[in-house]
Antibody
Framework: EVQLVESGGGLIQPGGSLRLSCAAS????????MSWVRQAPGKGLEWVSI???????YYADSVKGRFTISRDNSKNTLYLQMNSLRAEDTAVYYC?????????????????WGQGTLVTVSS | QSVLTQPPSVSGAPGQRVTISCTGS?????????VHWYQHLPGTAPKLLIY???NRPSGVPDRFSGSKSGTSASLAITGLQADDEADYYC????????????FGTGTKVTVL
């Protein structure tokens, strides 16, 4: 059974750092597209970052240069290192597995999601 | 704000049919990029409902269906049930943005 479990969220002061983890079971993280998506309070879903099976990484402009996505193949775990945190980064962060349907130009869809971990950036 | 616009809310009585639109432009849906749909209850894991415009993953009831035409896509829910009450999001790609994946603004479905 596929399962994704996030951890690492909490209350952090502006300018601080936090590392989120997403432990996967039932499939191999390194062989899949893995992404982070967040939802700020009262807002919709916002894509944050993705790591491809080949190791390429991409970020939303809102987090580029501050967040780093990575994975530990031995632990089958995805990470999101978040630095220089701002109040607007406050959100529930979800990890999700991406799958492709059709041509390579088509956007991935996310078939499995974790329950999320809450990050609150506040003084 | 997202480049994919959805109505903030739709409602219907049990058993009725509701549709949720996802309106884009020539740089996303109109550029023949696929649309995917998710159901989300806040505090829980979002659930994939439709992928590739109209395909249902196994386990998703056939009461849910998706379609796409021009610069818009739609999700239809027939035989509305109480546990369909949730937020629904479309997702695609926009070639004018740096974001690889864009979600719609979201629609709250209320079962009357």
């Amino acid at each position: 059974e596929v399962q994704l479990v996030e951890s690492g969220g909490g209350l952090i002061q502006p300018g601080g750092s936090l590392r989120l983890s997403c432990a996967a079971s039932g499939f191999t993280v390194s062989s899949n597209y893995m992404s982070w998506v967040r939802q700020a309070p009262g807002k919709g879903l916002e894509w944050v970052s993705i790591i491809y099976s080949g190791g390429s990484t991409y970020y939303a402009d809102s987090v580029k240069g501050r967040f780093t996505i990575s994975r530990d193949n031995s632990k089958n775990t995805l990470y999101l290192q978040m630095n220089s945190l701002r109040a607007e980064d406050t959100a529930v962060y979800y990890c999700a597995r991406g799958l492709r349907f059709g041509e390579p130009r088509q956007p991935l869809y996310f078939d499995y999601w974790g329950q999320g971990t809450l990050v609150t950036v506040s003084s | 704000q997202s480049v994919l616009t959805q109505p903030p809310s739709v409602s219907g009585a049990p058993g009725q049919r509701v549709t949720i639109s996802c309106t884009g432009s020539s740089s996303n849906i109109g550029a023949s990029y696929d649309v995917h749909w998710y159901q989300h209850l806040p505090g829980t894991a979002p659930k994939l409902l439709i992928y590739g415009n109209s395909n249902r993953p196994s386990g998703v009831p056939d009461r849910f269906s998706g379609s796409k035409s021009g610069t818009s896509a739609s999700l239809a829910i027939t035989g509305l049930q109480a546990d369909d009450e949730a937020d629904y999001y479309c997702q695609s790609y926009d070639s004018s943005l740096n974001a690889f994946y864009v979600f719609g603004t979201g629609t709250k479905v209320t079962v009357l």
